[in-house]
Structures are given as C-alpha cells and as structure tokens.
Nanobody, 120 residues
C-alpha cells in the first residue's frame, strides 16, 4: 500500500545539478529498500541507484558513479537523488521505487516519474 511521489525534475544544461525527491506514504517506509530508476525515449528502464532500509548499503550503475548520490531520511519518509555533472545521456524520466528486498530485480511499488532533461 506504499504510495510514492517524485519531484525535482526539470531542464538543466550539461554540467549542471538537480536534486530529485521522493515522498512516501505509510508508517512502514523505513522497512523498505528504495531505488531510483530511469527510462529514456526508446530505451528500457534501468536501475540507477538503490539504498537499503537503514541506509547502510547503496548501489549505483557504473555510468553515474561519482556524480549521483542517493540518500534517505526515514523521519521524513523521503528519498533523495542528488545529480551532479549532468550529461545529455542522463535525460530520462526518473522513477522512485520501493521493495522489501534491496536485491530485488523488480521493485514492487512505483511513483509516476519526473522528467529530467539535460541540454547540450
């Protein structure tokens, strides 16, 4: 019954920064691993970053390592994705997702997405 709402997307030039936020409902938010996924036009959805329920474990796809940072504030039921040094290839709809298992290949709950566009 988890509901997720993303915000913070927009248009930015190459090298710029954005911070995405994901607000989650429910008092059991802290029991879930959280992830950010993205889908570019004509491409399949890919996992960008994940964070365990207690924040102790994180995952990043190779293409964003050193540029993106995932974090969570369980007291606020919110997950963040700080995106720095953005590139045109980062352009996509970004989705927030939640699952009971950090390593799940397909997360159970999804937000509706927020558009990130990086101009060249």
């Amino acid at each position: 019954q988890v509901q997720l709402v993303e915000s913070g997307g927009g248009l930015v030039q190459t090298g710029g920064s954005l911070r995405l936020s994901c607000a989650a409902s429910g008092r059991t938010f802290s029991s879930y691993a959280m992830g950010w996924f993205r889908q570019a036009p004509g491409k399949e959805r890919e996992s960008v970053a994940r964070i365990s329920w207690n924040g102790g474990t994180t995952y990043y796809v190779d293409s964003v390592k050193g540029r993106f940072t995932i974090s969570r504030d369980n007291a606020k039921n919110t997950v963040y994705l700080q995106m720095n040094s953005l590139k045109p290839e980062d352009t996509a709809v970004y989705y927030c997702a939640a699952d009971r298992f950090f390593d799940s290949p397909a997360y159970r709950y999804w937000g509706q997405g927020t558009q990130v566009t990086v101009s060249s």
